[in-house]
């Protein structure tokens, strides 16, 4: 062999064995940390690999609920992506008891620095184990109304009607009250609010909107949507409409009451019913006459 290529193989064999930290009487080389680093890095994305084998191989065929499906690949993919850890970590030469060390050093430092994502962590496992929303459930949270897109170990996506994406901590859903429209049941009931001019024949009024809420691409026709004669208000005959939706086949329940108030209108227009507006009556209380005079 070459006397050239013995010294430089002799000189990496020097960097490679060159130690970086001495734990608990182990010694680390800058060869174990190289290897371990970049094991890891294949560790993450054979563990995907391996939750999509897994997914179309064993959860599809198995489990048809979509978001029992989401929390059996978020669990195969932390179990998976330990195991490669493990793996990789061993085959590196580096062995476990190290972590029991490092880990005791760390653990003050993670509980005060790190209260906040440990929190987050632990309430998104509650949350894919106890499955109180699901994905593609319309919540309230905090403010927040839309559709849950994913719901991660840390944080939650929601997006809402403007299709804007919020990314919501998983402990607002364990702290805060959260209203979930979807829960156990997709139809949800809605409602919408006008009032028609006094005089108005009422049964008329009735029919008019049950005849629409029947005919309304969108409307649930079970439960049977109703209308309401809710008050004689003071400028106006007040009625509410009561409706149901299936969340998986609409888009939106602003595009439903959106296309509701649209054949009112017309329909009221055809029919000659009059939509009530505010109106006054004044009347002058004077101690005199007034002189009133016309110039010709």
């Known amino acids: 062999m070459d006397q050239g290529l013995k010294e430089s193989l002799a000189a990496f064999d020097s960097i490679w064995r060159i130690k970086l930290i001495t734990i608990a009487g182990i010694k680390l080389s800058l060869g174990n940390v190289t290897v371990a680093l970049f094991l890891l890095v294949f560790a993450t994305r054979l563990s995907r690999l391996a939750v999509k084998l897994i997914n179309k191989k064993l959860i599809l065929r198995f489990v048809e609920d979509k978001a029992s499906q989401t929390t059996y690949q978020t669990f195969a993919f932390y179990g998976c992506l330990t195991l490669f850890v493990t793996l990789s970590l061993t085959i590196a030469g580096i062995p476990l008891t190290v ?47 839309g559709n849950v897109v994913s719901i991660g170990t840390r944080s939650t996506k929601i997006r809402n009607a403007d299709h804007k994406v919020f990314i919501v901590p998983n402990s607002f859903f364990l702290e805060k009250g959260v209203l979930n429209w979807n829960f156990e049941t997709t139809i ?50 007040t009625f509410q409409l009561v409706f149901f939706c299936d969340t998986e086949k609409v888009d939106s329940l602003a595009h439903i009451r959106s296309a509701i108030r649209f054949k009112i209108d017309q329909k009221f227009r055809d029919l000659g019913i009059e939509m009530a507006f505010p109106q006054r009556d004044m009347r002058l209380k004077m101690d005199k006459t007034i002189d009133v005079r016309i110039k010709t």
Not at 194 to 200: D, L, M
Not at 209 to 215: A, K, P, Q, T, V
């Open 99 to 145: 972590f029991t060390v490092v880990g005791g050093a760390l653990a003050i430092g993670v509980g005060f620095g790190s209260q906040n994502i440990v929190n987050n962590f632990i309430s998104g496992v509650i949350m894919l184990v106890e499955q109180p929303i699901k994905v593609g459930d319309v919540v309230e949270v905090d403010g927040i109304i």
């Open 188 to 237: 949800i009931r809605s409602t919408l609010d006008f009032g028609v001019a006094y005089g108005t024949e009422t049964r008329l009024v009735e029919n008019a909107c049950m005849d629409i809420l029947l005919n309304t691409e969108g409307v649930e026709q079970t439960p049977i949507p109703y209308v309401f004669f809710t008050d004689f208000a003071e400028s106006n005959l």
